[in-house]
């Protein structure tokens, strides 16, 4: 059988695991339990490990199917606060990168969800490259499992914040999230998934829709249309107003509380007169609010606000009632994040080996 008529094996819902499993293998439906037992709880990486089948079913099942899983080909460890960064190799070759993260409530995972990303934010490592292709929910799901199975750490919770755009991808992210929360899976809790956009209207009413219990994070970056647009082409389509009507209507439906990211860069979004009009738009449109000292990317020049210049935006902000933080640095001795570790590892001599080999 050639490899793209293989099944996707861990991109099936419990229900087409047994569809599959009596329909085309002919094996009794407890087995499909006991491989998604497997699949989801174990995070198993072979069908060889699966121990309580016949070796003439793992047979099988090698034959029929493809098991998606990661490579972790290079792993990071932070002295500072035991942060992993990890750059994950695809089946297909491709590199991405995912981190897991250690906070007192637990450890969480930051998953890529696109080789590259078509959105071409200004400030962002990621988007230099444009996108690759799409992750498929396979790989997405082992993000998550090959770090556990290398830290041998369990994680809590789940942030969609590294490469790629999540809400360009719903049609992989959704059953991602229907899969890693389900009962006789990981059964993480939806609660514990955050989505983050740079604004895509109709994909927020969609996952409003479809999956009501996860965390919405929309980055803001900017307090105005005009400015934003400057930062985040994105912006050009979908006006300010727009996305922030799209995010008060998710918050009415859901319940969910809302965080809006505001990534503070030196000279272009961290004045007073911007704090004030963020002020005013946050009185419209109440969240809480994250800040994020920018992560300076090579080949652009912006530059992180002062320590000083953060602190006084905050200080303005919660002076004016609104719920604010600054983002922890985390892993800060590992390089930078959002796409720069990818893209440092495919410029060097072992990322261009890597690519050759695949
Ligand atoms: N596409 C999604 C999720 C990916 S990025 C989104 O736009 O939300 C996750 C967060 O990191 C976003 O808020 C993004 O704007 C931010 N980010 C990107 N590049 C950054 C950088 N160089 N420094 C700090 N934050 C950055």
Redesign the pocket.
Known sequence: MSAEDRTDIRALSREELKSFVTESLGEKAFRADQIYSWLHEKYAASFDEMSNLSKDLRKKLADRCELVTLKPVKVYVSKIDGTRKYLMQLPDGNIIESVLMRYDYGNTACVSCQVG?A?G?K????AIGGLTRDLRTSEILEEVYAMMRESGERISHIV???????LQNLDQVIPFIELISSEGGYHLSKRNITV???GIVPGIKRLAEEEPQVTL?L?L?APTQEKRRELMPIANKYDLEEVLNACREHQQKTGRRLTY?Y?LVSGVNDNNEEARELIALLDRYPAHLNL?P????KERDYTRSDRKDILNFKKLLEKNGINVTIRREIGADID?????LRKGYLESAEGSEQAEQS
Not at 123 to 126: P, Q, Y
Not at 294 to 297: G, I
Not at 336 to 340: F, I, K, S, T, Y
Request: aromatic share 4%.
């Open positions: 990303c959105m934010c400030f962002c490592a990621s969609m914040m590294g490469c790629g755009e999540p983050s956009t740079c994070a980055s970056h990211e990534c994020i920018v992560n300076p990317v930078g994040a959002c796409g720069q």
